[in-house]
């Protein structure tokens, strides 16, 4: 009887001595595990993050762009108060232009052009002879609200605006009238840009008098349409 109670319990001890063992391991298993999920999350955290990129408010247009322009025009002058009647002969416009976009849809426009504009009457004195030539050339410099619609790459737009010409030269067979050295107006656009090349058409008319009314000329205003080809950069 001795014999087998000392051998259960040196086998009661074994078994004991086994569990603390297992349960060892299990506590040893479990710290390695949670040291394993902390070291993850704090590399995690000290991970660079991705920037999110800024949206410009000017959406995927430029902010600033200029243009070179060249074209035809047409010119005719208007009689309020008499019946005389002009025939618009071509022209040419060109010069340069720079545009402030802001965001995609809106901007605003200005330059300088260079015009030289051309238009026949009817000769008063001889009805039935040749017209005579009316010849105007003048610095423009607009400022228009553009509204556009599109991205850098192709866009169709609208423009309003009012402009003011420079005198430079003018000349009027027969009748002696002084031209004003400056003339000013208002004007609308249209237009649309593919890749770098635009096209756009405006209409311009006159506000004020072309010629000076001391000189006892009758109340009128040159009235211009231009066709432009432009590049933009």
Known sequence: MQCLSEEIHQQGGKIINYS???????????????????F???????????????????????????????????SSISFQKASLITIGQTGFTGGLTAQYNYKSFFAIRSGALFEMNKCAYPDQTNLFGSS??????????????????????????????????FLLN????????????????????????????FMEECIGYQMNDLFHKDAA??????????????WMF
């Open 170 to 197: 003018s000349e009027l067979e027969v009748l002696d009238y002084k031209t004003n050295s400056v003339q000013y107006g208002m004007h609308v656009l249209f237009g649309f840009k593919f890749s770098h090349f």
């Open 217 to 230: 000329a009758p109340q009128s205003a040159l009235n211009t349409f231009s066709f432009r080809f432009g």
């Open 132 to 165: 005579l030539t009316y010849r105007q050339t003048d610095l423009d410099v607009p400022l228009s609200l553009i509204f556009q619609c599109g991205n850098q790459d192709s866009r169709v737009y609208l423009g309003l605006g009012a402009n003011a010409r």
């Open 40 to 74: 993850a999350g704090a590399q995690e955290q000290n991970a660079p993050r991705p920037q999110t990129k800024r949206v410009s408010p000017f959406g995927n247009i430029k902010p600033f762009e200029m243009a070179v322009s060249a074209g035809f025009n047409g």
């Open 20 to 38: 603390i063992t297992i349960n060892m391991k299990k506590v040893i298993l479990s710290l390695a595990c949670i040291m394993a999920f902390t």
